[in-house]
């Protein structure tokens, strides 16, 4: 089976900084990656759509500006969410597709104090 | 603006019981999939399906999707205590792989 990594899985920052997640699948080249947050108790929501080589294509009400996303390569895709706040403490999980599967990785826990 | 629902929400069952959970979804898509997440972790594929009418089973889960009327259910037969979980369905957005999530059903199987 495919199999997507998340890095780090649980990272600790204070506000203002910057924090970076990688995305990989590990054994098959995805050209179009998803990025999902998660609330807790709550559903996932996307966040943007992540093109190997091209911009990525934000969802509604997400700042392009704070969540920087790179898709560098056709196995990994990062996330970068800059001048964290404590509002952006979520799960984040990525998913990469192949044909018309999705796989997800692990997620990363992000709290920002 | 493609929206997905699910209910209930939370379910709360006896063990050996069986129940439904719905899924509905707003405009015209074939593709539907349902996961499975347990606390504090990631989506677990349970069923992708495809097509209109299709019907797919893994052990005391059964989905089914009908494309006509927007809505695929997720029946548990005989459910035990490891079922506990939340279930999400999710709609493929126009099968360009974006996917658009129902609210989750909160899954409590009792003794």
């Known amino acids: 089976g495919a199999v997507v990594s998340q890095h780090p899985s649980r990272v600790i920052c204070k506000s203002g900084t910057s924090v970076k997640i990688e995305c990989r699948s590990l054994d098959f080249q995805a050209t179009t990656m998803f990025w999902y947050r998660q609330f807790p108790k709550q559903s996932l929501m996307l966040m943007a759509t992540?093109?190997?080589?091209?911009?990525?294509?934000?969802e509604q009400g997400v700042e392009k500006d704070k969540f920087l996303i790179n898709h560098a390569s056709l196995t990994l895709s990062t996330l970068t969410v800059t001048s964290a706040h404590p509002e952006d403490s979520s799960f984040y999980i990525c998913s990469a597709k192949r044909d018309y599967e999705q796989y997800f990785g692990p997620g990363t826990r992000l709290t920002v104090t | 603006e493609l929206k997905v629902e699910q209910n209930p929400l939370f379910l709360s069952m006896q063990e050996g019981k069986n129940y439904t959970i719905y899924c509905n979804y707003s405009t015209t898509s074939d593709r539907l999939y349902w996961y499975r997440q347990d606390p504090g972790k990631s989506l677990e594929s349970l069923f992708v399906l495809l097509s209109n009418g299709a019907v797919k089973q893994e052990g005391r889960l059964m989905a089914s999707l009908d494309t006509k009327a927007r809505l695929s259910t997720l029946h548990i037969t005989a459910a035990v205590h490891d079922l506990s979980a939340t279930y999400f369905c999710?709609?493929?957005?126009?099968?360009?792989?974006?996917?658009?999530f129902g609210q989750g059903t909160e899954l409590s199987v009792k003794p």
């Open positions: 992540s093109n190997e080589g091209s911009k990525a294509t934000y």
């Open positions: 999710a709609v493929d957005h126009n099968q360009g792989g974006k996917l658009i």
